[in-house]
C-alpha cells in the first residue's frame, strides 16, 4: 500500500515494534518523522505509531508488565480501566507519548481492531481512518479478513468526498491536497497546535507515495477521466454523477449531511436528502461541512482524553513542542 518511507528505516521501525507485545493486527509509523515534509527536521521529529489490537485488554496487561512507565497514573487504575477509557472516550485511542526508544523519542496509539475496522468503513471520527488517507509505513499486518477491504475502502472513501469538494477540472496535488486535508478539516488543533501549512508540506514532498497509494483507485474509478503522465483529473459533475457518489459515502458522513440539509419536522430517508445536496450548487460545501462536524468532535474529546492518558508533565512539554513547530511554521512561511 505505500512506498518505504527511508531506505533501511524499515528495519530500524521494526526494532522499536519489537518493544510491544506482539499480539498486534496492524501497526503502522506515520507522520513527519517517517515521510519527509517541507521544512521539517526528520531525525528530531518524534515517532508515531498506531497499533490495533483484537483484546485491548489482554494487551494492555502485557504492556503494563513490560512497559509500564510508558503510562501515566493511570497505571494504577489496571488494563480494565485503562481499556474502557481507551474504547469509551474520545476516538477509541490510547495514547502514550515522549517514550524514549532506540535513542528516539515515540508516541504510540492503541485502537481495538474492530474499532478501526468501524471508522475506517463508516468514519466515525475519522481519527485514524484519516491518518490513513495518507501515505504510512505498515509495519506489520495479520491475515486479511475484514481488515484489509476496510483499508481499501477507506482510500475509495477519501477519493469520492474529495471529488465532491473539487471543480470538474483539476490537478494530481489538488486531489491529493484535498484528500490530506479531510482528518484537519474542523480539528480545533489547526486554530491552536498545528502548523498552518501542514496539509501542503505533507502533499508537496510525497507526491510519489500518493500516486504509489490511489494509482489503482483512480485507474479503476468509473466517475473520472485520469490522465496519469499529465497529472490531470476530469470527474462527473452532473447530479447523477453527484448522487452517485453522495450514495457511496460513509454511513456517518451521509448522517452528519442529512442533519444539516433537513428541515425540523420533516421526516424524509437519506436517499431522498441526498438526491437533492446532488443538486444543490454547493453540494462540495455541505460535504466539507459534514466532514468538519465529525473531525471536530472527535478531535476534541480525544485531546481531552489525552491530558489524562499523557499526564499533567508530559501534556505540557507535548504542547509546548507542538506550539513550537506551529511557531517555526509560520515564522518560516514566504510573506504574500
Not at 499480539?23 to 521539517?40: E, K, M, P
Not at 492503541?110 to 468503513?121: N, Y
Not at 475509495?156 to 484528500?179: G, H, R
Amino acid at each position: 500500500m505505500t512506498l518505504p518511507a527511508l531506505q533501511n528505516s524499515g528495519v530500524f521501525l521494526r526494532r522499536i515494534l519489537s518493544r510491544f507485545p506482539q499480539d498486534i493486527s496492524l501497526a503502522f509509523a506515520y507522520g513527519s518523522a517517517v515521510f519527509r515534509q517541507t521544512g521539517g527536521q526528520m531525525r528530531s521529529n518524534m515517532l508515531d505509531f498506531v497499533f490495533a489490537v483484537d483484546d485491548p485488554v489482554t494487551w494492555h496487561t502485557m504492556n503494563l508488565i513490560e512497559n509500564r512507565k510508558h503510562y501515566s497514573f493511570l497505571r494504577f487504575l489496571g488494563p480494565k480501566h485503562i481499556s474502557s477509557i481507551q474504547t469509551d472516550y474520545g476516538a477509541g485511542v490510547y495514547f502514550n507519548t515522549l517514550v524514549p526508544a532506540e535513542d528516539r523519542v515515540i508516541k504510540y496509539g492503541v485502537i481495538s481492531t474492530d474499532a478501526l475496522i468501524e471508522d475506517l468503513l463508516h468514519w466515525k471520527t475519522l481519527y485514524v481512518a484519516g491518518r490513513l488517507h495518507k501515505p504510512v509505513q505498515i509495519l506489520l499486518q495479520s491475515e486479511p479478513g475484514k481488515l484489509r477491504p476496510a483499508l481499501v475502502g477507506n482510500l475509495k472513501s477519501a477519493v469520492t468526498a474529495a471529488f465532491l469538494m473539487l471543480p470538474e477540472s483539476f490537478s494530481e496535488e489538488d486531489l491529493f491536497l484535498q484528500i490530506a486535508g479531510l482528518s484537519y478539516s474542523g480539528d480545533f488543533r489547526m486554530v491552536i497546535g498545528e502548523d498552518k501549512s501542514k496539509v501542503s508540506n505533507i502533499v508537496k514532498e510525497n507526491m510519489p507515495h500518493f500516486r504509489k497509494l490511489y494509482n489503482s483507485i483512480l485507474q479503476e474509478c468509473p466517475q473520472v477521466v485520469y490522465k496519469p503522465q499529465q497529472g490531470r483529473l476530469e470527474v462527473d459533475k452532473s447530479p447523477e454523477g453527484q448522487f452517485t457518489q453522495l450514495m457511496a459515502l460513509p454511513r456517518t458522513l451521509q448522517q452528519q449531511i442529512t442533519r444539516l440539509v433537513e428541515r425540523p419536522g420533516k421526516n424524509r430517508d437519506v436517499e431522498e436528502i441526498l438526491l437533492q445536496v446532488a443538486q444543490d450548487p454547493d453540494c462540495g460545501s455541505v460535504v466539507q461541512q459534514g466532514i468538519s462536524s465529525i473531525v471536530k468532535s472527535s478531535s476534541i474529546t480525544q485531546s481531552a482524553k489525552g491530558m489524562a492518558t499523557a499526564g499533567l508533565v508530559k501534556t505540557v512539554s507535548y504542547s509546548a513542542k507542538k506550539l513550537q513547530k506551529m511557531w517555526r511554521g509560520w515564522r518560516t512561511r514566504p510573506s504574500t
